[in-house]
């Protein structure tokens, strides 16, 4: 699993906690830096943390800025599942993060293309990711990046796969309803964060860990591209470490 950090936690609770010192923690040795965002269920447990801090013991982003990682294509950012309404209602609206320094990809753009191309060109000029938090796919996607996805992607339209479209059905009305294409930070994209935290939780997500560490580096397993990057931390609760081996659970620190 060359240079990535693993931490095992015992569950939801703990892993939110644990991410969200790390994240509070580079907020506070730099202000000003640059925050990478990402959706799905599994940072809202680290978003609530973030804001207790924000509101109890002033942690403060009002120097920061943030790119979330994709949106769905077609959806326009008032629409109640689109990535905009999600950060709104779990993070930016509770916080003191200034409106016009949150960046997520417009994917109702009328041209895609220039939007993403836009869309690097804006991380590049804001300095580059400084910290990056990652969920990880059941197929081991990150972002939007499904299997198949190459080391040397930017941010792109992408096409959503079967297994997504039906995992993020639970957040519509019908599967009928899920977009099927997205704007996606790379992986180069995210390779390019200076740090870079993944969480995992639940058994669902315990194939994906171990293929994600213990197997090959792989567009296959896009998370599994992040053995080539030097400072990732990866976060796993119990049942989402339980495929993987003792020699990995081993090399671990257990919080
Ligand atoms: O956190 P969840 O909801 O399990 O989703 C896992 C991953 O899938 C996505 O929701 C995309 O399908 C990512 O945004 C997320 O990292």
């Known amino acids: 699993m060359s240079n990535v950090k693993l931490l095992l936690v015992e569950g939801y609770q703990e ?3 644990v991410a969200a010192q ?6 506070k040795r ?5 925050l990478g965002l990402a959706t799905g269920g599994t940072p809202v447990g680290m978003y609530e943390e973030l804001i207790r801090m924000h509101r109890t013991e002033g942690l403060s982003f009002s ?10 294509v077609g959806l326009d950012a008032q629409h109640p599942q689109s990535y905009r309404t999600y950060m709104q209602e779990h993070l ?15 994917g109702d753009a009328q ?5 993403c191309a836009r869309y690097e060109q804006a991380i590049a000029e804001a300095g ?10 059941t197929n081991g996607h990150i972002g939007f990046n499904e299997p198949g996805s190459s080391a040397s992607s930017k941010t792109r339209v992408v096409q959503l796969t079967p297994s997504t479209i039906e995992a993020n059905a639970r957040f519509f009305e019908s599967v009928e309803e899920v977009p099927t294409q997205a704007v996606s930070m790379g992986i180069a994209t995210i390779l390019g964060a200076k740090k870079i ?7 669902a997500k315990a194939q994906a860990v171990r293929d994600m560490l213990e197997g090959e580096m792989t567009p296959d397993v896009p998370a599994s591209l992040l053995q080539m990057h030097d400072d990732v931390t990866v976060i796993v609760d119990a049942p989402a470490a339980s495929l993987l081996s003792a020699v990995t659970i081993g090399r671990a620190k257990t919080e």
């Open 15 to 17: 892993m939110s906690k």
């Open 22 to 27: 790390l994240f509070a923690q580079e907020v």
């Open 30 to 34: 730099k202000p000003d830096l640059v």
């Open 63 to 72: 120097q920061a800025t943030s790119f979330n990682l994709d949106e769905y």
């Open 92 to 106: 930016f609206a509770q916080i003191d993060m200034a409106a016009e320094r949150t960046n997520i990809p417009r």
């Open 111 to 115: 041209d895609l293309e220039q939007e």
């Open 128 to 137: 580059g990711i400084d910290i990056q938090v990652l969920g990880i796919g």
């Open 197 to 203: 935290v993944l969480l995992a939780s639940g058994e």
